[in-house]
């Protein structure tokens, strides 16, 4: 293994751009992983192989396209552990062309356009659907959870978060074709 050291300027250099592009570099990965808790753990052991290999980075480089490119082969190595069946996963030619496309996502800024169009659309929901998809999705609350506290059934929970994901979507999707 072939590892120096980082001196602390790299280190300092190091946590810059990780701290930088690393909402960006979480995107590119569960993009490619249906699974965000292996996502996460790949996204995790990609920062370690970066950070073992960063004094092979050219300061002054394509730091992101650098670190998508380990992060492209932890998701290739992750692909060849998993268990799974065959068949359930796409082929690392598939997964190569979703990773093409998310690069040119992240270059065009289609991530960052699409949150800032979720964000006005949720705002536009009822006080008490807002309330509910924060205590689903920023919470992590369970359905259990959520039933209890709003005095809804689980069923009813269910059904809501299904319409207001459906509409969520329609509505990203109006508010970017319209920009």
């Known amino acids: 293994m072939d590892s120096e050291p980082p001196t602390d300027e790299r280190t300092e ?7 930088e592009h690393e909402k960006k570099l979480g995107i590119y990965v569960t993009g490619l992983i249906a699974c965000p808790q292996d996502a996460q753990d790949i996204l995790q052991e ?6 073992r290999q960063f004094h092979k ?13 380990i992060l492209f082969h932890q998701i290739l190595s992750y692909r060849r ?25 992240i270059r065009e800024q289609r991530w960052i356009k699409r949150e800032a ?3 006005e ?25 959520i039933s209890h506290r709003t005095d809804r059934t689980e069923g009813a929970i ?22």
Request: charge should be neutral.
């Open 13 to 19: 250099a190091f946590l810059g751009l990780l701290g």
């Open 81 to 105: 552990q998993s268990k799974r069946h065959p068949s359930e996963r796409l082929s690392d030619r598939m997964l190569e062309l979703l990773s093409e496309e998310s690069e040119t996502a």
């Open 117 to 119: 169009a979720l964000k």
């Open 158 to 179: 269910y059904r809501l978060l299904s319409r207001l994901r459906k509409n969520l979507f329609e509505c990203v999707e109006q508010e970017l074709t319209e920009a």
């Open 121 to 145: 659309c949720v705002l536009k929901l009822p006080d008490d659907h807002r309330e509910i998809l924060q205590m689903r999705y920023r919470d992590e609350s369970s359905i259990e959870s």
């Open 57 to 69: 980075f050219e300061l002054g480089t394509n730091f992101p396209a650098w670190a998508r490119k």
């Open 46 to 51: 990609g920062k370690i192989i970066m950070w």
